[in-house]
């Protein structure tokens, strides 16, 4: 008899032991609180170039004819950029055309530039100035002369009130860079004005992808583009 029973409390506590070992692993996997998958977000598309409803209109003064190291061309530098503004954001576009042109020979044009700059002339330009109190960005484009804009440039800004717009000037060069004329537009404008883009007139010219990329590059650091 003592035998059995003893038997039968081994029995018991095997029992009990087999017990307690198949339930812990369940308790553990079965009843444990996951792990949360860490929460992300939604990636959001790239700012559009402008705000919707925003307008812009591209002003250009530009010469072609014979230029300083690139020869004779049919399109000026400062134009080749301004249509490539207009293009990527789809801007209208006004060229500031000087009433009596500028003669074609490079000499004889930076004569009369410097004389007009010396005068702070003011040379009639030609055609219907724009009407700019729909646009919201106004670039503004020109060769530098003298280390400045050309004149007829602030004819356009007599002509025009800019006072209150946002002025995103471009303009080429072949070495003497901006030349503080972004100082000098906001002293003549009463403008916001942005950062500028400088370019050779040579790279403008002659190196169309670079200048394209450069002109691309500006624009998405100003917002206008993606």
């Not at 009463?190 to 992808?209: C, F, H, I, P």
Request: charged share 25%.
């Amino acid at each position: 008899m003592k035998k059995m029973f003893t038997m039968l409390v081994l029995a018991l506590c095997a029992l009990t032991l087999t017990a307690c070992g198949s339930s812990a692993p369940a308790k553990n996997s079965g009843s444990a609180p996951k792990a949360e998958a860490p929460k992300t977000e939604t990636p959001k598309a790239a700012a559009s170039s402008a705000p919707a409803g925003k307008r812009a209109l591209v002003v250009y003064f530009s010469r072609a004819d014979e230029n300083y190291v690139v020869g004779n061309v049919e399109k000026g530098n400062t134009r080749i950029l301004a249509e490539m503004i207009a293009e990527a954001t789809g801007a209208d576009t006004f060229e500031i055309k000087p009433a009596k042109p500028y003669p074609k020979e490079y000499t004889p044009a930076t004569e009369v530039a410097k004389q007009e700059k010396n005068d702070n002339a003011r040379p009639e330009i030609v055609g219907t100035m724009p009407d700019v109190s729909g646009y919201d960005v106004v670039f503004v484009g020109y060769p530098i002369w003298w280390g400045d804009l050309p004149m007829p440039c602030y004819t356009f800004f007599d002509k025009v009130k800019l006072e209150g717009k946002t002025i995103a000037p471009f303009c080429t060069h072949e070495g003497s860079g901006l030349s503080g004329t972004d100082s000098n537009i906001a002293n003549a404008t009463k403008a916001k004005v942005t950062e500028a883009l400088v370019m050779k007139g040579s790279v403008a010219q002659n190196s169309r992808d670079e200048a394209k990329k450069e002109v691309t590059d500006w624009l998405k650091k100003l917002g206008y583009v993606k």
